[in-house]
Structure formats: structure tokens, C-alpha cells
């Protein structure tokens, strides 16, 4: 399915494919060292929200868009709670799942409360890249409601989690309640757009 996804043209085709302008809101989960949503930025000019939960990594990003209005970031997690979380920092593989290398502690928002906290009507796109997190976060949002707010959701599901292939099509089956899949690489990405009203 990588092959699949590489031969189509996927990274360039679908990943910034959005309709997009200075009034649309991002969020961009995973944010790692910024690229993605500097790609975007450069194609859109959208106001993004960037989560990165390592802080080295948090503070690099911050400092490559310091003089950006547009892009806010937050140095933590969203999730299905608020608490302190162990992560294995291994570059853009960095995961609360992997025990693959040197621990850190990171602090997860509760994604209701973030969306509370910050007023957060509507969302133009969430990009979800969080190494095994996907699956508590969307869970949440489904089970919220909050879901039916965000327009389009471009995610990877990891397989290297316990059940990863149940919880997957778990959500694919939930999601189907307010969103339609516009393209799926399984375990690479996928999007889910809302249906409308």
C-alpha cells in the first residue's frame, strides 16, 4: 500500500488537495518539524494550530514560525484526557507505544476541553499523524460529537498498537455516521470528509 500510495502521487496529490483560504482554521496534530504544515501554509495560507507534545521539538517549530501570525503552537497532545504521558523519542517516529528509545514526559489535552477552552466552532482540516494516538483521539471525537465540526480529516492509522485493524475499522464504521472517505491507502492515509448537511 506504500508502493500504491508513492506510484499515485499521494504526498503531493491528496495531502495538501484542500479547498482552503486565510479564513480557514487547521489543525495539525503530529506537527514533528513543521513541514506539513509549512507546505500548506505556502499553498493556502490558512491559520493553523500545530500540536507537537516533545519540546525540543515544539520549540524548534516555534521558532521557525515565530514571525508567522498565522500558525500557533502548542507544545502537548490532544487526546481522550488531559494527564502526563510517557513518549520514546525517535525523531518523526516519537511514540507513546514504541519503547523504542530514550523516555521524556509529555502533557495530553483532553480534546473536548481544548475545543472548549478555545471556542472552537468549526475545524477546515485536521491533519492526524500521531504514532498510535489516532486511535484514543478519534474515539473521543466520536464519542463527543465533536467529529461533525471538523470538515475534512486526513489521517494515518499505525498498525503497531494492539487490535490496530479492529479499532480501525471500528472508526471507519463510526465515521461513516457524519463523514465520507475521499481517498484510502490503509495504514498510510486516508480522508474523511463531512457530509453535507
Known amino acids: 500500500m506504500v508502493k500504491k500510495w508513492y506510484a499515485d502521487g499521494g504526498d503531493d496529490r491528496f495531502r495538501f488537495d484542500y479547498d482552503l483560504d486565510e ?18 501554509y ?7 494550530a500545530i500540536f507537537e507534545p516533545v519540546p525540543r521539538f515544539a520549540r524548534n517549530i ?13 507544545p502537548c497532545g490532544l487526546g481522550a484526557s488531559s494527564r502526563t504521558e510517557t513518549i520514546y523519542v525517535h525523531g518523526a517516529s516519537s511514540s507513546t507505544e514504541k519503547k523504542q528509545s530514550a523516555a521524556e514526559q509529555i502533557e495530553i489535552v483532553d480534546v473536548r476541553q481544548w475545543f472548549e477552552d478555545h471556542k472552537v466552532e468549526t475545524v477546515q482540516l485536521m491533519k492526524v499523524n500521531i504514532e498510535g494516538g489516532e486511535y484514543e483521539l478519534l474515539e473521543r471525537l466520536v ?43 490503509r495504514f498510510v492515509w486516508e480522508n474523511w470528509r463531512k457530509n453535507p448537511a
Not at 479564513?23 to 500548506?40: K, N, T
Open 62 to 74: 516555534s521558532a521557525r514560525f515565530h514571525k508567522n501570525g498565522d500558525i500557533a503552537v502548542y
Open 143 to 185: 464519542a463527543t460529537g465533536l467529529i461533525g465540526r471538523i470538515d475534512d480529516i486526513q489521517v494515518q492509522f499505525h498498525n503497531f498498537i494492539p487490535n490496530a485493524a479492529a479499532r480501525m475499522e471500528q472508526l471507519q464504521r463510526a465515521l461513516r455516521a457524519t463523514h465520507t472517505p475521499t481517498y484510502q491507502y
Open 23 to 40: 479564513r480557514s482554521f487547521v489543525l495539525d496534530l503530529g506537527g514533528y518539524e513543521g513541514q506539513w504544515a509549512s507546505d500548506l
Open 42 to 48: 505556502a499553498r493556502q495560507r490558512c491559520r493553523i
